[in-house]
């Protein structure tokens, strides 16, 4: 009874502090990590192209990578489709998660008459067809997977465009 | 509060904390032991978004960061210094599909559905090896120095629901992982 007594406050200190830790390390470190590692090499503007050795993935593919901020902006993404086996665009937040209502393919994505496909990231839900909803997620990184291109070096970035929210 | 009182809160929370430190400790302690002492022994076939919060494969959270709900993840942990991997198995049906290992976060040789040789029974055999022969289809290089790694198979847009077929794993003749519907 004396050793319960003595061992459940502090268990219960041992508990809450954890509870707090992991908080900390949820919300404030893997962003951190993230943002330390990944988005300070990426940009708002433009996406970055990833491929080759010594980079991960899969050889099979090419990744284009860039940042999202949707707080203050609607960011729209301009392109032709890639001549591929298989392409994807989705929205990812600061924690390396995909967000759901943030991701389209190849037969979900709606090509214009224009030959090009144009997505917008933006907060709200709009043309499901091609909008990636960023919800409450401010932040985070847009990543585009080609896989099996007729040639990879033909894989073009699209553009991004930010317009601001007023 | 009195000078006493204060003096046994703290100590209550100072305490505490060692507490949680120490458990801490005997927890991620614990954990790589067990992780490392366990890669190779009955291996299975682990999928991401099905598996990735079960506390064994917390550890391979670190392989699955930006996975997309199109692929399937499946990945099995094994030993290339025992010798090399057969996996057998048939296609999934599937618009893209490929197999690869990671020791790290490397990208590294892989086989897929465009690449694939299949056997009049429609089968595939893919070797993983550090020593490969000419003229045996679907090898896959090993790095040399390379001991243990996961075998990691994509499956992109499956064509129906039916669960995948995932392929048998052999080493040395033995079967590692039999093939079978998840």
């Not at chain 1, 268990?11 to 809450?16: D, T, Y």
């Not at chain 2, 100072?14 to 190779?40: M, R, T």
């Not at chain 2, 390379?146 to 003749?173: F, G, H, Y």
Request: aromatic content about 10%; glycine content about 6%; some cysteine.
């Amino acid at each position: 009874m004396k050793v319960l007594t003595w061992i459940l406050p502090r268990l219960a200190v041992a508990l809450i502090l954890g509870a707090i830790l992991a908080m900390l390390g949820y919300y404030v470190v893997v962003p951190a990590v993230v943002s330390a590692n990944y988005q300070k090499q990426l940009s708002l503007e433009h996406f970055i192209r990833s491929t080759g050795t010594g980079v991960a993935g899969s050889q099979d593919a090419v990744y284009l990578a860039a940042r999202y901020d949707c707080r203050d902006a609607v960011t729209e993404i301009t392109g032709p489709p890639p001549d591929a086996l298989y392409w994807m665009i989705g929205i990812y937040d600061n924690r390396l998660q995909r967000i759901p209502g943030g991701h389209l393919n190849d037969t979900t994505v709606k090509v214009e008459e224009d030959g090009r496909f144009h997505v917008l990231i933006q907060q709200r839900p709009g043309n499901a067809q091609n909008t990636l909803e960023c919800g409450t997620k401010g932040t985070g990184i847009i990543i585009m997977r080609v896989f099996l291109p007729s040639d990879p070096e033909a894989v073009l970035a699209p553009s991004i465009q930010r317009r601001p929210v007023r | 509060m009195n000078a006493n009182r204060r003096a046994r809160l703290l100590a209550i929370l100072w305490q505490g904390a060692l507490l949680l430190v120490g458990l801490i400790i005997l927890f991620a302690a614990g954990y790589v032991a067990v992780y490392q002492l366990s890669w190779g022994r009955a291996p299975h076939w682990i999928e991401a978004f099905r598996d990735r919060y079960k506390l064994e494969n917390l550890a391979e959270n670190r392989r699955w960061p930006w996975i997309h709900q199109d692929t399937q993840y499946w990945i099995v942990r094994v030993r290339f210094d025992k010798g090399p991997i057969t996996l057998e198995g048939t296609p999934p049906a599937a618009r893209y599909w490929s197999v690869t290992y990671y020791a790290a976060g490397e990208q590294n040789d892989s086989v897929n559905n465009l690449s694939v040789n299949q056997d009049e029974d429609g089968r595939y055999y893919i070797v993983f090896t550090q020593d490969p022969q000419p003229d045996v289809p679907n090898q896959i290089l090993v790095r040399p120095g390379v001991k243990r790694a996961v075998i990691e198979m994509r499956i992109t847009l499956p064509e129906n629901e039916d669960p995948i077929l995932l392929p048998s794993v052999k080493q040395n003749s033995t079967i590692l992982v039999e093939g079978t519907r998840p």
